[in-house]
């Protein structure tokens, strides 16, 4: 693949997804930071808060490279000895506890033994499961990938169900999305296809997750609401820095790591042993927070 | 060593420091749950909430034992085959940030290959460093490792400074104490002596850290230390979940999350490269946070 084209796609798709997310909540404050990665590389990190719709968020741009020490080698599984990842990464954090979190990432992969690929996905995580929404969420997703292949938007709802799942509280993150990589990596895989591909995920997300905002940004919020936004919240924190090999790998490979932990919510609860009342809204959630599910519907 | 000797005296323990902190903070309130590990072995949880000192904490008693997995192999570096490990463990969150947050944790652990050996620490977290209290907790300390070998309090106060750090962020977790591992473990070691100094070190918590909260509790309270607290609290979370053995032990081992994540405090908060004003009392702890810190002062 050519290296600039890369560059400058995802540049301009961070830079449309923030003027699209501006225009939405005009009272959102964001912050340009661009860095260099000691390691090499850099990136120009965009970081909001204290938006009428989301209180807490990031859309960053990064283009590393370096070394790969033991512990990435050993993530990667490979034996080659440095890497250029180039990406596109944002998390929005609702204020309004029915509009759901929403990730979204594109990244290409480099490796000098002249291995590459695309890798990305999008999920959201409500804090309140409903299926209309879950539906028109992966519907979107499915038109998304059956432009490209048929069989993708299964195959990717299934490693995202496998991703986005936290072993230590047997339920899954949300609703779940898409997730792929190594996408092109195989000999005499079609890239070009795979770079396509991630435009088209990155170019979806406005349309994907803005309709599903608008939906729900001014229902009627409850203290009881809130306290369970901080609690998903909570969960949202366990499975990033537990978990999230996007995290992991920024933190071991000595990336910036404001820009990383970009992904926190403002807020975040824990309570000892909590649990839902039964038939209560969050009952229902919990209940809906597993892999597997078909999120298709019929409407 | 003889195990029943250690599950009696783990659990008179963990009913001792209870009764302390319930005549200290009588206005917490405390729910037990005794558990069983499917892979074998359980526990007695203890977990307090909404006290007048203490927001949230928990000390707990375990004794699990099972199969070593690969993950479990490679931490431990060890090729056995099961383990079982025997503690006490507990963390407090106190609601008024000018009071530390503290941990402390005595274990035994023995491999079927014969090995065993003891474990363990204490120290401490101020959301605001202040010298002369942590020169009074170092000091106590001292006394504790003094009584066994007087070259104990530096070397293990050496670890603690490289254990409670987080390289991603630069900091340390608070002002360290002592943490130490393997004790007893080599050929010909003193495990009674392993045996007595944990037994020291778990007596001596509540003597160490109650002064410290007396001296404190009643310290005025404004909305920037309640603020400055709960960024303290999203670090103690990233070292916890990235970080901390013990709590990734317990993820990876099928431990009982509710226990583990039992260190959680009740609310963290997490800003985009928050800074601390110059010359505040924010950036003055901040500054402190540094690894090789001579706490014990002259006074």
Redo the contacts between chains.
């Keep these: 693949m050519n290296r600039q084209d890369i560059l400058v796609q995802f540049q301009a798709l961070q830079d449309r997804i923030c003027e699209g997310l501006q225009a939405f909540d005009p009272q959102m404050v964001w912050?340009e930071?661009q860095w260099n990665r000691p390691g090499g590389g850099g990136g120009r990190s965009r970081?909001g808060?204290e938006g009428a719709i989301w209180q807490?968020g990031?859309v960053n741009f990064s283009d590393v490279h370096g070394v790969l020490n033991e512990a990435l080698r050993v993530q990667l599984k490979t034996k080659a000895s440095s890497f250029q990842a180039t990406g596109v990464s944002l998390v929005l954090h609702p204020l309004n506890p029915h509009v759901p979190i929403v990730h979204m990432n594109v990244r290409h992969f480099r490796l000098d033994n002249g291995q590459e690929w695309f890798g990305g996905g999008m999920d959201l995580t409500p804090h309140y499961v409903e299926r209309e929404e879950a539906s028109l969420f992966h519907r979107s997703l499915k038109t998304i990938c059956d432009q490209f292949d048929s069989s993708w938007y299964a195959a990717f709802k299934n490693l995202a169900d496998d991703y986005f799942y936290l072993?230590?509280?047997e339920e899954t993150r949300g609703v779940g999305g898409v997730f792929f990589d190594e996408l092109g990596a195989s000999p005499g895989a079609n890239l070009d296809q795979a770079f396509a591909f991630v435009q088209a995920i990155g170019n979806g997300f406005l349309p994907t997750y803005l309709p599903l905002v608008e939906r729900k940004k001014d229902w009627a919020v409850q203290q009881r609401h809130l306290d369970w936004q901080?609690m998903r919240r909570?969960r949202y924190?366990?499975f990033n820095?537990?978990h999230d090999r996007g995290t992991?790998f920024g933190?071991v490979s000595n990336g910036r790591?404001?820009s990383?932990?970009?992904s926190?919510?403002?807020?975040?609860?824990?309570?000892?042993?909590h649990c839902p009342l039964d038939a209560s809204d969050e009952a229902d959630t919990q209940a809906q927070l597993k892999k597997g599910m078909d999120w298709l519907g019929e409407s």
């Design positions: 912050q930071d970081a808060k807490k990031g072993p230590h509280r901080n909570g924190v366990e820095l537990v992991r933190l790591t404001e990383i932990l970009m926190m919510p403002p807020h975040a609860d824990w309570a000892y042993n």
